[in-house]
Antibody, heavy 118, light 107 residues
């Protein structure tokens, strides 16, 4: 069974960079035709896809976030990561990592609450 | 960009009821729609993909239908474990869009 686990700070100061890591177990991040994604959820915006990364390093991100999102993969650790720059209070959300297979996300992490506050 | 709307936004139902949730797309998305169930404090769980294909392990009381711009998720006989929020989701060319959700609670 594939499992994903988010990790990172729960509090980030405004204007700084939010950095999260997702550790994958039960499957290799390099196997199959999977992409690995980040989704966040807040009462104001609902569920919002942030971006996907492939083990090759190819990334796709939500255009609404412009250039604030960067993603990377560490195949040696079976992890992938998210950086979201210049955060504001509006970026306060629960952040999920998930496996993208086909046209949907079939396995999700449990989520991590990140609060942006000084 | 394609927008998804869901109706109703919330409903109250009893165990054993038949429940139908609708998701509408702002333009045709063929059958590229998925449905998720989310319980408080938990991640969404994929129920159905490609509009009508049930994920492995999902009870057969769940079903999905539709194509183009109108889709539905039906629970044929609501069970206590089904009280949750349901979301539709569309994918096209590396852009994912989620609907606003429908909360199903106990009458």
């Amino acid at each position: 069974q594939v499992q994903l686990q988010e990790s990172g700070p729960g509090l980030v100061r405004p204007s700084e960079t939010l950095s999260l890591t997702c550790t994958v177990s039960g499957d290799s991040i390099t196997s199959g035709h999977y992409y690995w994604g980040w989704i966040r959820q807040s009462p104001e915006k609902g569920l919002e896809w942030l971006g996907d990364v492939h083990h090759s390093g190819t990334t796709y991100h939500n255009p609404s976030l412009k250039s604030r999102v960067t993603m990377s993969v560490d195949t040696s650790k079976n992890q992938f990561s998210l950086n979201l720059g210049s955060v504001t209070a509006a970026d306060t959300s629960v952040y999920y990592c998930a496996r993208h297979y086909g046209s949907d996300f079939d396995f999700w992490g449990q989520g991590i609450l990140v609060t942006v506050s000084s | 960009d394609i927008q998804l709307t869901q109706s109703p936004s919330a409903l109250s139902a009893s165990v054993g009821d038949r429940v139908t949730i609708t998701c509408r797309a702002s333009q045709s998305i063929r059958e590229w729609l998925a449905w998720y169930q989310q319980k408080p404090g938990k991640a969404p769980k994929l129920l159905i993909h490609r509009a009508s294909v049930l994920e492995s392990g999902v009870p057969s009381r769940f079903s999905g239908s539709g194509s183009g711009t109108e889709f539905s998720l039906t629970i044929s006989s609501l069970q206590p474990d089904d009280f949750a929020t349901y979301y539709c989701q569309h994918y096209n060319n590396f852009l994912f869009t989620f609907g606003p959700g429908t909360k199903v609670d106990i009458k």
